[in-house]
């Protein structure tokens, strides 16, 4: 489970990339892993902001070719470690122009790569994945429904997509992500909080809306986490 490289993508901002990485890194830690956490979100670095202190946190920017070679030497130097990479809004021109060192450096690593692409109820969600895995063949992909942006069948675009056959094809896995109550989410970013210490320090009508959120993420999570 080391050896996995775990992308949090979405080709664009505001669909929920960031709280996403929380979540995955905060399901890491709690099954005992250690990460490698990229945050490749230059201008509005959340991930790095909250988690730098108790994580291993590098900042790179994956829209030039020298990011991707840094990204690659530190999959090599922590091989002990499993990579989570948050993504930019912006990195699917970086990813079309330089994703290939990734992908050919994978069986040297020896890593799996495993894309979790968020998606909101507009087309352009599914068009962005669609370019992604044409940039991405290698690895298995799997689509991640942001409630925060409606109910599960508020989704309908992509539950009657091609593409949604494609990705459950290739071994992907569609899944929901719960909602986050905006009051609490706007405090883990305000306070530039990592979910475990928030648990700890918020008010208490917060911290058992968020503790609900983190079950839920977790066991959303978790049929990705075990799938071989």
Not at 8 to 14: A, F, S, V
Not at 85 to 100: C, E, H, L, Q
Not at 154 to 183: K, W
Not at 199 to 223: C, F, I, Q, Y
């Amino acid at each position: 489970m080391n050896n996995r490289i775990y992308l949090i993508g979405g080709g664009k901002g505001g669909v929920g990339k960031s709280l996403l990485s929380m979540a995955m890194i905060d399901l890491l830690t709690q099954r005992g892993k250690q990460c490698l956490v990229i945050e490749s979100d230059t201008s509005n670095p959340d991930v790095y902001r909250n988690y730098h202190e108790c994580t291993h946190v590098e900042l790179l920017d994956l829209d030039q070719v020298d990011g991707w070679i840094e990204l690659v030497n530190l999959c090599e130097k922590h091989s002990d470690k499993t990579v989570v990479i948050n993504t930019g809004a912006r990195n699917s021109v970086g990813v079309g122009s330089f994703g290939a060192l990734l992908q050919n450096s994978l069986r040297e690593l020896n890593r799996e790569l495993v894309t979790l692409w968020v998606i909101n109820t507009q087309r352009d969600s599914l068009e962005l994945l669609r370019d992604y895995r044409e940039a991405m063949p290698q690895g298995v992909v799997h689509v991640v429904r942001n409630l925060h942006h409606g109910r599960e069948s508020d989704f309908s675009l992509y539950e009657l997509s091609n593409t949604r056959q494609l990705v459950e094809c290739m071994g992907g896995i569609s899944l929901s992500m719960p909602r986050l109550a905006h009051r609490v989410a706007t405090s883990i970013y305000n306070d530039r909080l990592p979910i475990e210490q928030a648990m700890k320090v918020l008010p208490l009508g917060n911290r058992v809306e968020l503790s609900r959120w983190r079950a839920d993420a977790h066991k959303t999570l978790e049929a990705i986490y075990e799938k071989a």
